[in-house]
């Protein structure tokens, strides 16, 4: 190891330590337990990966939300897309975390192995690119995700109109992250005392959008970027703004995210995409928190071209998964946990995607966990304060 | 227009290299006629030449020292075949000897079957076969039998490698997870993450991305001698960190020890565009396979001498001390991140990941 290097390895654990110490006097300052939720995959990922928990005073928790796309696509959808896939004509194109979640009649990874056509992509253009080489075969993109991928299969919508690719239709299911958070916070059943703001989507609908949230429920906000001195960062704003009885909207990832957004991708979005309702696994049926394609663009839906007809949600018995990510437990928590559900043998959909609550405890946090049953921290639930009721109405545009 | 009809008769080089048969494997080749026989005087033998590979007998006879043996198989099928840094037919011989060598072994001899799919360029095959005999003489092992079968187009995916070696192990090592104790340090031999990672970026530049990253494929059998001429009492273990990558060598050996493990995050090498890939595809370098890479585990007392020695070879110069093995008994490998956090490190699920070796 270099001298700079190790010189800079020193700083890192130094600033960290230091925000560490900051954190344990502001969770005493605050003298109760608090609840904070991440609401991205990827905070989920890397805050366990980087061990931020670890560094945590007991009594301040990080609990994920509904951020991870594939464990809040509703089990219908998926038995929609696994139906269609084994049609003869058809091609699913989809983003590999969707291929191992399993529905009523099993999964696209199984779906395939039994001869369904299934192409896993990491573009909704690259998903494109198989229509226009396959002018023979029926093309579904398998569309889901949260206002950071929409814009992107709002483009592939326009390229495929523009140049007439006519085997080319999106099995759509994108969600708003908004409208979500504002029915966790309704919700008084769940505890929470601050959101870190997802990063990537806040990089699209831009800070303000988050404004509503802040002045109708009085949560603090803190958008954060998602190195773990980033993470560790927002936690430290969020328990600030509780010591203080503040409840701000604070950006600390102004190298990427505006007040107004990218307004390119969110004018992409606006033309293909209108607020439909959208059942959340987990959550139900949420007001305008989905995206549904317009009319103008129903030749591009594949519920429409291709007759699909949504069936009915059964959840896995005795999987926690709801509860997770609304925050009203921990992945530990689950009886399935590490025991019936693994990554390998996945029940629930937060173990089988990587970005998944579930997945990251079990790859990151288990040791926490395994070491001695009494030692656990962070067990005790975490209830809602003497019944606060949350303002009513106030949901942001 | 007419059907052109490829003229044999008239000798001259043109006409001769266009036929098809003769830039490309033809069902033909794998008949055991004429053909077979062209494709292992013209491109294989003469490339892999050796007393023992040259009689062509059905199996090659050679003499061992009195002692013990290791004998190892693997079976090769990355895609693609050439990639920055390496290509199959380099794997294929690094690979083998590599296993053999992690065993205390000094490689000897390696075997060779070549599946090849009908319609691949023979140029390719030349240049793979030119790679093996390279990596060959570089490792100090010779080919001395082989196999050729040829599969019609569609069922395989152009060539796939399969190789077997035997190697002589050195009375003076004693190497197994039984000998891990308490106290013993845990060293890396350079870089992790380089070969699986070029290859993902090379896959048909999937990802649209540029990169400078090389594959780490190499063989290690000096590598290893060096290491075990500097203190071969003290190396309790070694283990190359292929697919899995180092993460899954590290769990395993918490796993079947039962000890605890404590790594330094810090202290594991990775190239910062290493590092970065890893960052945009959202892979854990840990888990990302290498083809140049082992872990050492060796008494606290030699983890110097064994870093010098490390160190002294050009494939070990950034050979680093990872982490140490503890008292506690619960099996887990916990590793303490750059910031100071702790996490526990696991062997990954074996995720969609295209064919890396």
């Known amino acids: ?397 | 227009m007419k059907p052109v009809t490829p003229v044999l008769s008239n000798g001259s080089g043109w006409e001769r290299t266009s036929v098809p048969h003769r830039r490309r494997v033809v069902m033909a080749h794998g008949g055991g006629g004429q053909l077979t026989a062209e494709l292992i005087e013209g491109i294989i033998r003469p490339r892999l030449s050796n007393p023992l590979l040259d009689t062509l007998d059905d199996a090659a006879v050679f003499d061992v020292p009195a002692g013990r043996m290791a004998f190892t198989t693997d079976s090769y099928v990355v895609q693609p075949l050439f990639f920055p840094g390496g290509d199959i037919g380099r794997l294929a011989v690094c690979g083998t000897v590599n296993d053999l060598a992690v065993c205390g072994a000094t490689p000897r001899y390696l075997s060779v079957g070549l599946i090849l799919e009908e319609g691949l360029e023979l140029d390719v095959l030349r240049r793979v076969v030119d790679s093996m005999a390279e990596a060959a003489a570089e490792a100090g092992v010779r080919i001395v039998t082989g196999d050729t079968k040829v599969v019609a187009r569609g069922q395989a995916d152009r060539l796939y490698v399969q190789s077997s070696g035997v190697g002589i192990l050195r009375p003076d090592a004693d190497l197994g997870v039984h000998r891990i104790v308490p106290g013993d340090r845990v060293l890396v031999s350079g870089t992790v993450a380089d070969h699986g990672l070029a290859v993902m970026l090379q896959r048909e530049n999937a990802f649209g991305m540029e990169s400078g990253l090389r594959s780490d494929v190499a063989p290690l059998a000096g590598l290893v001698s060096e290491l075990l001429d500097a203190c071969a009492n003290d190396v309790v273990f070694l283990r190359d960190a292929t697919r899995g990558g180092l993460a899954g060598v590290l769990a395993d050996l918490a796993d079947i020890t039962g000890y605890r493990l404590t790594i330094d995050e810090t202290c594991i090498p990775i190239r910062p565009g290493t590092a970065y890939a890893a960052e945009m595809l959202g892979l854990d370098p840990l888990d990302v396979a290498n083809e140049g890479k082992f872990v050492a585990v060796v008494r606290a007392g030699a983890a110097d001498a064994a870093l010098r020695a490390l160190r002294s070879h050009p494939l070990g110069s950034l050979a680093s001390e990872i982490g140490s093995v503890g008292g506690t008994r619960d099996g887990m490998c916990e590793m303490v991140t750059v910031v100071g956090g702790r996490r526990v490190i696991q062997k990954p699920y074996g995720e969609e990941l295209p064919r890396i070796c």
């Open chain 1, 1 to 397: 190891m270099s001298a700079a290097h190790e010189l800079h390895v020193q700083r890192s654990r130094t600033a960290m330590a230091h925000q560490a110490s900051c954190l344990d006097r502001l969770a005493n300052d605050i003298g109760r337990p608090v609840q904070f939720m991440e609401i991205c995959g990827t905070h989920t990922v890397n805050a366990c990966r980087s061990g931020v928990h670890s560094l945590m005073p007991g009594s301040v928790r990080l609990v994920s939300g509904p951020g991870c796309p594939v464990c809040v696509t509703a089990q219908r959808y998926i038995d929609a897309l696994v139906d269609l896939g084994r049609r003869p004509s058809i091609v699913i194109a989809t983003y590999g975390d969707m291929l191992r979640v399993a529905g009523a009649g099993g999964s696209l990874e199984v779906a395939r192995s039994e001869g369904a056509d299934v192409r896993v992509v990491t573009s909704s253009l690259e998903a494109l690119d198989i229509a226009r080489r396959h002018p023979e075969r029926e093309v579904v993109f398998a569309a889901v995700g949260f206002e950071t991928t929409a814009p992107a299969t709002a483009a592939a919508i326009l390229a495929a109109r523009r140049e007439g690719v006519r085997n080319f239709t999106v099995l759509a299911q994108h969600k708003r992250v908004l409208p979500a958070m504002i029915a966790l916070l309704a919700d008084s059943s769940v505890r929470i005392d601050g959101f870190l703001c997802p990063g990537h989507v806040a990089v699209i609908i831009g800070s303000t959008a988050f404004l509503g949230i802040v002045e109708s429920f009085r949560t603090p906000c803190a958008i954060s970027g998602f190195t773990a001195a980033q993470i560790m960062d927002g936690i430290l704003n969020l328990a600030e703004q509780v010591a203080c009885g503040r409840a701000d909207l604070v950006n600390r990832y102004v190298e990427a995210v505006t007040d107004a957004g990218n307004r390119i991708a969110q004018a992409l979005m606006h033309e293909v995409f209108e607020p439909g309702d959208a059942c959340w696994r987990a959550l139900g049926e949420i007001p305008d928190s989905g995206l549904d394609i317009r009319d103008a663009y129903r030749d591009f839906d594949a519920f429409d071209r291709h007759r699909v007809t949504p069936g009915a949600d059964r959840e896995p018995p005795g999987c926690r998964c709801a509860e997770v990510i609304t925050g009203r437990c921990i992945p530990s928590d689950c009886p399935l946990f590490g025991r019936a559900c693994t990554p390998v043998y996945p029940v629930g959909p937060c173990m089988v995607s990587s970005e998944g609550s579930c997945q990251a405890f079990f790859r990151y946090r288990r040791h926490e966990f395994r070491r001695n049953p009494d030692e656990r921290r962070h067990t005790e639930p975490i209830v809602p304060a003497a019944a606060t009721t949350p303002a009513k109405e106030g949901a942001p545009a």
